[in-house]
């Protein structure tokens, strides 16, 4: 999953379905509970146990729904990581081809400058890699 926003989001609605779902169950609980005919101390303690049984099924779907924020906010940060990588491997790449390609190329050769001396140094992380967040490209080119 790791990188993987489309899978990410899927656990979150998987999640946000299942507090729905704890949620239908904790009334349907409560509805029976309440419906029993029979009275007295056994009725009694029967309804305050199927009460705290749907107290803690809604404290649960409550944790089921802050899960599927979380992983909402986590899938928005790893798309922002993953914009932030390929803008970074664009820009290596342009100034790359910037320092092997026409004119510049040719005048590297005979003085060379920064911008060709970073090219011939570069040595870039594969493709999509965590790794390019760290990557300081030049930017006087």
Same mark, same amino acid.
């Given at each position: 999953?790791?990188?993987?926003?489309?899978?990410?989001?899927?656990?979150?609605?998987?999640?946000?379905?299942?507090?729905?779902?704890?949620?239908?169950? %904790?009334? /349907?609980?409560?509805? @029976?509970?309440?419906?029993?005919?029979?009275? !007295?101390?056994? *009725? =009694?303690?029967?309804? &305050?146990?199927?009460?705290?049984?749907?107290?803690?099924?809604?404290?649960?779907?409550?944790?089921?729904?802050?899960?599927?924020?979380?992983?909402?906010?986590?899938?928005?940060?790893?798309?922002?990581?993953?914009?932030?990588?390929? %803008?970074? /491997?664009?820009?290596? @790449?342009?100034?790359?081809?910037?320092?092997? !390609?026409?004119? *510049? =190329?040719?005048?590297? &050769?005979?003085?060379?400058?920064?911008?060709?001396?970073?090219?011939?140094?570069?040595?870039?992380?594969?493709?999509?890699?965590?790794?390019?967040?760290?990557?300081?490209?030049?930017?006087?080119?």
């Amino acid at each position: 999953m790791y990188g993987d926003t489309t899978a990410i989001r899927a656990l979150a609605r998987s999640m946000r379905e299942r507090a729905v779902d704890l949620r239908t169950e %904790a009334d /349907e609980l409560a509805g @029976r509970a309440e419906a029993v005919p029979w009275t !007295g101390l056994a *009725a =009694g303690a029967m309804r &305050h146990t199927a009460l705290g049984q749907v107290t803690g099924l809604r404290v649960c779907a409550d944790a089921h729904d802050t899960a599927a924020e979380a992983l909402d906010r986590h899938a928005r940060e790893v798309d922002r990581l993953k914009d932030l990588i390929a %803008a970074a /491997e664009r820009r290596a @790449r342009q100034l790359l081809e910037s320092a092997a !390609g026409g004119l *510049a =190329g040719l005048v590297a &050769h005979a003085v060379p400058d920064g911008l060709h001396d970073w090219a011939q140094h570069f040595e870039p992380p594969p493709l999509g890699s965590r790794a390019w967040l760290d990557v300081r490209l030049p930017t006087w080119a």
